[in-house]
């Protein structure tokens, strides 16, 4: 045994503590939901990704047991060995029609389903143009293909080249890598992008993306993990809010956020595209399969939100409610359309400090939330990102608000 990785971890993870940057866990003792207990203590809950309360939703949980006692509790292998049962093949289908591409392709995590996409599609002839604000896993996905690379400044469309003031590094916009890749000679060409970008719950361009995708011939991904359910008039996602259904070539998206929450992805494309990662994805041939619980649960899910807009419509009446009186109590909020609310305290000073202690400040209040600083977010964009469920009761919200409001009052901030 060595020795030495100790030291070196003892000494780094010291140093995360003294930059504040170590990652302690609070403990739940509770099913996820509006009201959860920390500590013993009954609070509500302003930051799961729990959209559409459908985490601890009762539906959800008979259907979870049962797939339980129709299909067992596990596969004990991969899909193409020993591991497809009918109701993944349910799944698939359901979950394709709900998004309104021809199929779509199970994993167990949509960080998965990011590391399967890109290395099987694009080789070294190849050109992936990805957004500088990508979810890691899309990051992490593309890495592992030889494909060529190119990164636009976020929801930068431009064809320019230019210095970026918060960075002082150059940055190019979108339809300028596109002309350098085409240039270039490439093969393929694939514009990646989060639909819904998490730290400030801004909607990727997606009309414009598509607009340059087609002029330059390229393919579109999204990765929509934030929006499956909720986002747009039906909740299909970034892609019907931004009037683009049926121009989106690849859709990955998560079970572990609005959908129940347990866990589970998937990658919804052509049926070429998803029969290519079928022999292709290696996420997939070597990975075990999505437990039944899982899969009928989600089914169950789409269900629900197929034959009403019940959910997302609550949703959206709360994250409205809750913006307007935070901005009528003279908060700073990103403005938006998305249940994610950034609460910035950019005009204040020491505001890394002053987000941290109103975090802390509102636990007291029974308010759970958390405060994002630097590296998470830019220096000097400390926010407390509070993240609305359609589980929340119009009084669990007016309870957030009132609790904004002491706290903001108690420090000065408003
Ligand atoms: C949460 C998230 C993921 C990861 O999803 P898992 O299913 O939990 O692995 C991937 N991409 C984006 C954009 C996400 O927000």
């Not at 009201?35 to 959209?51: D, P, S, T």
């Not at 109701?87 to 998965?112: M, N, P, T, Y």
């Not at 989106?248 to 290519?276: C, Y």
């Amino acid at each position: 045994m060595s020795k030495s990785i100790y030291d070196f971890l003892n000494a780094e993870l010291q140093k995360l503590e003294e930059e504040k940057l170590y990652k302690h866990e609070r403990i739940i003792e509770s099913p996820q939901g509006a009201e959860i207990i920390v500590k013993g203590r009954k609070v509500l809950n302003f930051c799961a990704n729990n959209y559409l309360g459908l985490s601890s939703h009762q539906e959800l949980i008979k259907a979870a047991h049962d797939g339980i006692e129709s299909r067992g509790f596990g596969l004990s292998s991969v899909r193409f060995i020993c591991g497809t049962q009918d109701r993944h093949k349910v799944l698939e289908r359901k979950l394709a029609d709900f998004l309104g591409l021809e199929d779509s392709i199970l994993f167990s995590s949509c960080f998965d389903a990011n590391g399967a996409l890109f290395e099987p599609l694009f080789g070294e002839q190849d050109a992936i143009i990805t957004d500088a604000l990508n979810h890691a896993s899309i990051i992490d996905g593309i890495r592992l293909s030889k494909a060529k690379r190119w990164v636009y400044k976020h929801a930068d469309m431009r064809d320019v080249e230019e210095e970026d003031p918060a960075t002082g590094k150059m940055a190019k916009g979108l339809e300028r890598c596109l002309k350098e890749a085409n240039e270039q000679g490439v093969r393929f060409k694939v514009i990646a992008t989060d639909g819904v970008f998490s730290m400030d719950g801004d909607i990727a361009p997606l009309k414009d993306i598509c607009d340059l995708a087609e002029k330059y011939d390229a393919l579109v991904m999204v990765d929509d993990s934030h929006a499956t359910g909720f986002i747009g008039k039906t909740g299909r996602g970034t892609h019907e809010h931004n009037d683009v259904m049926g121009r989106i070539d690849i859709i990955t998206t998560t079970f572990g956020k609005a959908l129940g929450g347990a866990s589970g992805g998937a990658v919804v494309s052509s049926s070429k595209i998803t029969e290519w990662l079928r022999n292709k994805g290696r996420p997939y041939l070597f990975s075990n399969t999505v437990a039944p619980s899982v899969v009928e649960a989600t089914i169950r899910a789409l269900d629900l939100l197929t034959s009403s807009t019940e959910l997302r419509d609550k949703l959206e009446n709360n994250t409205k409610v809750f913006r307007q009186a935070m901005v009528e109590a003279g908060f700073d909020i990103l403005p938006g359309v998305h249940p994610i609310t950034p609460i910035m305290f950019r005009k204040y000073q020491n505001s890394s400090k002053v987000a941290v202690e109103f975090a802390n400040k509102l636990l007291e209040e029974g308010i759970y939330v958390i405060a994002f600083s630097f590296p998470v977010v830019p220096k000097g964009k400390d926010r407390i990102r509070v993240q609305i469920s359609a589980a929340h009761s119009l009084e669990h919200i007016d309870k957030a608000i009132n609790a904004f409001i002491k706290v903001g009052k108690g420090m000065q901030l408003i």
